[in-house]
Every structure is written in C-alpha cells, then in structure tokens.
Nanobody, 120 residues
Framework: QVQLVESGGGLVQPGGSLRLSCAASGFTFSNYVMGWYRQAPGKERELVAGISSAGDTTSYADSVKGRFTISRDNAKNTVYLQMNSLNSEDTAVYYC?????????????WGQGIQVTVSS
C-alpha cells in the first residue's frame, strides 16, 4: 500500500520557519522524483520545489527561491521542505508528490496534504 504522509505544518508568524516532512512507504522511494506542491484557497495547485531521485538536482518556484530548501534522505524514505522567512502568501495546504516514468508509463502518488498558516 502506497503512502505519503506529510507532517510539520501548523501556524507560524511572519518571518518564521517550518520544516515539512513527507514519509513514503509502499514503493521504491529512491526511484522517484519528489516534489512539494501547495494550494491556497481559490488558487490552482502549484509546484513549489522538486528534487531528483538521487537528490543531486533541485528546482524551485521563483516565489520561494532563496527561502525554501528541498532535500531527501533515501535511507529514511523521506523528503523535506525547509521553509524560512515565511510570509502570508505562503499560507496554503502543502502536498508532497512522488513521480516516475518507466517505458511510457507514469506513476504518480500524492500525500493527503498539510496546512501551513502564516499569520501574526
């Protein structure tokens, strides 16, 4: 049974930090590209950050560059999102996603999402 379980969300003041974790099980984590997405009320879900299966390549949305850091630990089957200098525009439900393409077949798994609220 495939599971992606996010943790670490919550309420934080502007300028503060949070670290999200996403624990994976039920598939070979190290074969999958991982990403963090977010969806704010009334907005489309957007890609925040991505990391290659080996962890040697990362990418970020312009809105979070220099503030957020994605990382992974393949020994622990976990991907992280360190979020610094948070502001109200970072308030959203954050989701982790696992993706892999094999000979034309695409495999995609999503977590259930976790709320991050930035407010004073």
């Amino acid at each position: 049974q495939v599971q992606l379980v996010e943790s670490g969300g919550g309420l934080v003041q502007p300028g503060g930090s949070l670290r999200l974790s996403c624990a994976a099980s039920g598939f070979t984590f190290s074969n999958y590209v991982m990403g963090w997405y977010r969806q704010a009320p009334g907005k489309e879900r957007e890609l925040v950050a991505g990391i290659s299966s080996a962890g040697d390549t990362t990418s970020y949305a312009d809105s979070v560059k220099g503030r957020f850091t994605i990382s992974r630990d393949n020994a622990k089957n976990t991907v992280y999102l360190q979020m610094n200098s948070l502001n109200s525009e970072d308030t959203a439900v954050y989701y982790c996603k696992a993706a892999r393409s094999v000979v034309g077949n695409r495999y995609t798994y999503w977590g259930q999402g976790i709320q991050v609220t930035v407010s004073s």
